[in-house]
């Protein structure tokens, strides 16, 4: 498996994929929910706070889903689907974050298959770790719910 930070070094990727590292404050909000855009994003420095904003009877909450830091990725289901995105993202301390091209990034994984699986491969076991996580707190928010009723 490669740390996919690691392909900002691989001359054909910088010659391949247009990014830009970026510098964000803490609160600062790097992607808002429902936004479109396909980047995909790593984090090199920092620690990002995952949230979804959820609409109840007294206003907005924001339910947090997940905290990233460094080598951490977001923003890759956008980049495949070409969805809104499903999450907000804000820096929660001082960030320094490359901000990559989706699209040309997916262009990159057909012309360079080799690596293509490689970073297949890293996001998916990103996102089977979040998906392990979800379960757990679905799990655990479903306990409590039917806890109440009885």
């Given at each position: 498996m490669i740390n996919l930070t690691e392909l900002l070094l691989?001359?054909?990727?910088?010659?391949?994929?247009?990014?830009?590292?970026i510098q964000?404050?803490?609160?600062?909000?790097i992607?808002?929910?429902?936004?479109?855009?396909?980047?995909?994003?790593?984090?090199?420095?920092g620690v990002v706070?995952?949230?979804?904003?959820?609409?109840?009877?007294?206003?907005?909450?924001?339910?947090?889903?997940a905290r990233l830091a460094k080598n951490d990725i977001f923003g890759e289901l956008s980049m495949f689907d070409g969805e809104p995105r499903s999450a907000e993202v804000i820096a929660c301390i001082q960030c320094e974050i490359a901000k990559v091209d989706g699209k040309a990034m997916l262009n990159f994984m057909e012309k360079f298959p080799d690596r293509g699986y490689?970073?297949?491969?890293?996001?998916?076991m990103n996102l089977i770790t979040r998906m392990?996580?979800?379960n757990i707190r679905t799990k655990?928010?479903?306990?409590?719910f039917l806890q109440k009723r009885s």
């Open positions: 691989d001359p054909d990727f910088i010659d391949n994929v247009p990014f830009k590292i964000y404050q803490a609160t600062d909000v992607l808002a929910e429902n936004e479109t855009s396909q980047e995909v994003f790593f984090i090199l420095n706070q995952v949230s979804l904003l959820i609409n109840d009877d007294q206003g907005r909450l924001l339910h947090n889903l490689f970073i297949l491969r890293e996001m998916y392990r996580k979800s655990e928010v479903l306990d409590l």
